[in-house]
C-alpha cells in the first residue's frame, strides 16, 4: 500500500482479555517498529523488527506484551490479560533497512481502551 | 540512553508570524541524529526534518528550519509563516547513529495557530 496501515483503528476491551494489534508496513521496508503512547506522553519504543526477526525485546514492558512479524511484512502485536494501564495508542512504523533505517514512516495507530 | 526535553506543553502563534519549539536532549553518544516529528489530530506521525550530529549546517525544509547548537544539547524548531495546518503536536526525538534504531521522544509541545 501507499502508506503504514494499521488495525483497527480503535479498541476497547476488558480487563483481562487478550487483544492483537495488527501493522501492515509499506511495501519493500525491511524494518518495523512498535511505539506506545500513553496520555500526554510521547512514543515509548516497544520492539523492532528487522525481516522477521527482533533483535532487541527489551521495550516490550512485561511478558504480557509478544509480538511476531511473518513473511517480513505484517507484524502482530499481542497483549495478554489486558490492564487497565495498557491503554494508550500504538504507534507502527516501517523503514528500509542499512543506510536508510532512520527514516521511519508511522501509521495511525490503534487506539487501546481497557476497561 | 538518551533523553529528550520539551519544556514548552503548549505555544501559540499568530497565522504568518514565526514559532520556536525548544528541545534539549542529552546522549553520551558522538554520532546520532535528531528529528522533530508532526503529530496532528489525524494521530498520523509525520517527519517534518532530520539532522545528523556530525554535520553543523542547519538542516531546512522550506518553512522549517533547526537551529542545532551542538555543545549546548539544543535543537530548536523554527516554523516561518505558520500556517493553520501546522496546528499540531510536535515531538523532538533522537537516537544514538550506527546500529540503532530505537527513537527517543520528548512529551511534545502542542501547537496552536491563531488566524
Known amino acids: 500500500g501507499a502508506g503504514v496501515s494499521q488495525s483497527p483503528s480503535n479498541k476497547v476491551t476488558e480487563k483481562g482479555k487478550d487483544v492483537e494489534l495488527r501493522c501492515d508496513p509499506i511495501s519493500g521496508h525491511t524494518a518495523l517498529y512498535w511505539y506506545r503512547q500513553s496520555l500526554g506522553q510521547g512514543l515509548e519504543f516497544l520492539i523492532y523488527f528487522q525481516g522477521n526477526s527482533a533483535p532487541d525485546k527489551s521495550g516490550l514492558p512485561s511478558d504480557r506484551f509478544s509480538a511476531e512479524r511473518t513473511g517480513g511484512s505484517v507484524s502482530t502485536l499481542t497483549i495478554q490479560r489486558t490492564q487497565q494501564e495498557d491503554s494508550a495508542v500504538y504507534l507502527c512504523?516501517?523503514?528500509?533497512?542499512?543506510?536508510?533505517?532512520?527514516?521511519?514512516?508511522f501509521g495511525p495507530g490503534t487506539r487501546l481502551t481497557v476497561l | 540512553a538518551q533523553t529528550v526535553t520539551q519544556s514548552q506543553p503548549e505555544m501559540s502563534v499568530q497565522e504568518a508570524e514565526t514559532v520556536t519549539l525548544s528541545c534539549t536532549y542529552d546522549t553520551s553518544e558522538s554520532d546520532y541524529y535528531l528529528f522533530w516529528y508532526k503529530q496532528p489530530p489525524s494521530r498520523q506521525m509525520i517527519l517534518v526534518i532530520r539532522q545528523e550530529a556530525y554535520k553543523q549546517q542547519n538542516a531546512t525544509e522550506n518553512r522549517f528550519s533547526v537551529n542545532f547548537q551542538k555543545a549546548a544539547k539544543s535543537f530548536s524548531l523554527k516554523i516561518s509563516d505558520s500556517q493553520l495546518g501546522d496546528a499540531a503536536m510536535y515531538f523532538c526525538?533522537?537516537?544514538?547513529?550506527?546500529?540503532?534504531?530505537?527513537?527517543?521522544f520528548g512529551k511534545g509541545t502542542k501547537l496552536s495557530v491563531i488566524p
Open positions: 526525538a533522537t537516537t544514538a547513529g550506527a546500529g540503532s534504531y530505537q527513537l527517543t
Open positions: 512504523a516501517s523503514s528500509f533497512g542499512g543506510t536508510r533505517w532512520d527514516e521511519q514512516f
